[in-house]
């Protein structure tokens, strides 16, 4: 059962223009979510995350939305650069009371293109 | 050092053969992770060491995989006769404890193809 999902296995979009990732979960006991980047031949690297208590958190280009009833989160970057280019993976994590709050939870990733 | 060091970064293996994956922390970090993407899929969460309490081997996947950290520094995973659903990039992953909200820090990953 897959609890985190991204339904996207890619995304293409020019330079300068919006991209948005999406990510939907089906645990609602997740207090924690995280975006990661991926390069290629690299590991994955923290990009910015969101508690469940907000709604937003914002850093430079990029901001995370999360729509808790809806079970829902977003990643906007604005504006998308080539260098943007990556896989992005999504993650949750649950609350430190579950005993395994260490344990991240994995979407399969979204491959967003960036073109000049 | 300076940051998550995995070797080797290839190996490929024979159907049938023990292999060993190497993880180097980064230096002070007491929580060290090992997740596996396979092809397709999310990382998937292996095994999980917090200093000196028993690790959380809940999520490897047989008993041909085991895993160590001695010292609390250094893991190696091991798999053994190994077949080809094992193929797949095996990532270790290190954090201080309590550093919760900001994720982990991530090695270049072990690219694991089992001929």
């Known amino acids: 059962d897959q609890q985190v999902k991204q339904n996207s296995p890619s995304l293409s979009v020019q330079e300068g223009r919006i991209s948005i990732l999406n990510c939907d979960y089906t645990?609602?006991?997740?207090?924690?979510f995280l975006w990661y980047k991926k390069y290629p031949a690299e590991g994955p690297t923290f990009l910015i995350s969101?508690?469940?208590?907000?709604d937003k958190n914002e850093d430079g280009r990029f901001t995370v939305f999360l729509n808790k009833s809806a079970k829902h989160l977003s990643l906007h970057i604005v504006p998308s650069q080539p260098g943007d280019s990556a896989v992005y993976f999504c993650?949750?994590?649950?609350?430190?009371?579950?005993?395994?709050?260490?344990?991240?939870?994995f979407g399969k990733g979204t491959l967003l293109t960036v073109n000049p | 050092g300076a940051g998550v060091s995995q070797s080797p970064s290839n190996k490929v293996t024979e159907k049938g053969k023990d292999v060993e994956l190497r993880c180097d922390p980064i230096?002070?970090?007491?929580?060290l992770y090992w997740y596996r993407q396979s092809l397709g899929q999310g990382l998937e969460f292996l095994i999980y060491?917090?200093?000196?309490?028993?690790?959380?081997k809940s999520g490897l996947p047989s008993d041909r995989f085991s895993a160590e950290r001695t010292g609390g520094s250094v893991s190696t995973l091991t798999i053994q006769r190994t077949q080809q659903e094992d193929s797949a990039v095996y990532l270790c992953?290190?954090?201080?404890?309590?550093?919760?909200?900001?994720?982990?820090?991530f090695g270049s990953g072990t690219r694991l193809t089992v001929v």
């Open positions: 992953a290190s954090s201080l404890a309590g550093t919760r909200n900001y994720g982990y820090t």
């Open positions: 645990n609602s006991m997740f207090d924690y």
């Open positions: 969101i508690s469940s208590i907000k």
């Open positions: 993650a949750a994590r649950p609350p430190r009371s579950g005993g395994s709050n260490y344990k991240l939870t």
């Open positions: 230096s002070g970090h007491t929580a």
């Open positions: 060491f917090q200093g000196n309490s028993a690790p959380d």
